[in-house]
């Protein structure tokens, strides 16, 4: 049974920071691709930051050069820092596969970028 859990979210201060963290147990990451996603009030979710099991990055064009996807495969997470953040930052961050694993959607964690 594949279980993600996503951590660090909070309240910041528009142009501040957060790390998000993702741990997986029950999938091994090292041979998927994976991704951070987000969903805002009224909104798709969307995919904002991929990273294969080469370490090859891709980032929704809205996030380039404020994201960074990184991971771990020893400890089985996945990390988002975010950098620069803005209001429309504001979502609930979601890790998963990519392509994600529908059964596979965690809890999410929420972002919430204001001053």
């Known amino acids: 049974q594949v279980q993600l859990v996503e951590s660090g979210g909070g309240l910041v201060q528009p142009g501040g920071s957060l790390r998000l963290s993702c741990a997986g147990s029950?999938?091994?990451?090292?041979?998927?691709?994976m991704g951070w996603y987000r969903q805002g009030a009224g909104k798709e979710r969307e995919l904002v930051a991929r990273?294969?099991?080469?370490?090859?990055?891709n980032y929704a064009d809205s996030v380039k050069g404020r994201f960074t996807i990184s991971r771990d495969n020893v400890k089985n997470t996945v990390y988002l820092q975010m950098n620069s953040l803005k209001p429309e930052d504001t979502a609930v961050y979601y890790c998963?596969?990519?392509?994600?694993?529908?059964?596979?959607w965690g809890q999410g964690t929420q972002v919430t970028v204001s001053s």
């Open positions: 998963n596969s990519a392509p994600p694993l529908e059964a596979a």
């Open positions: 029950g999938v091994s990451f090292r041979l998927n691709a």
């Open positions: 990273i294969s099991g080469g370490l090859i990055t």
